[in-house]
Nanobody, 129 residues
């Protein structure tokens, strides 16, 4: 079973940037699809970005497209979520999750939460106005 650990969250003001890191252990990063999710209070969890195994071009939710960027460093076994131009509505707990079967990043652009098996504990991001 893979272990996934997020870091880099915190409190920022609107318009600022943050970079989240997702360190994975127990498996080689290149063998897993990795996604970022977030959940705001009172809302359902939302897929933010998805990095599939065979195509390292990430999918993004419309709400973060052009502001968030996902990248991976296979040597460090770490996936990053660079978040720019943050808005108060980006406030949420952010989760990193791994999919060993490469099903979660749909070819149609959706992020299928049920296909992600190994999850981190999540990390809080708060954006003040």
């Amino acid at each position: 079973q893979a272990e996934v650990q997020e870091s880099g969250g915190g409190l920022v003001q609107a318009g600022e940037s943050l970079r989240l890191s997702c360190a994975v252990s127990g498996f080689a990063l290149s063998y897993y699809a990795i996604a970022w999710f977030r959940q705001a209070p009172g809302k359902e969890r939302e897929g933010v970005s998805c990095l599939s195994i065979n195509d390292r071009n990430p999918h993004y939710a419309d709400s973060v497209k052009d502001r968030f960027t996902t990248s991976s460093d296979d040597a460090k076994n770490t996936v990053y979520l660079q978040m720019n131009s943050l808005k108060p509505e980006d406030t949420a707990r952010y989760y990193c999750a791994a999919d060993p079967y490469n099903l979660g990043c749909s070819v149609y652009g959706s992020i299928v939460e049920a296909d992600f098996i190994d999850w981190g504990q999540g990390i809080q991001v708060t954006v003040s106005s």
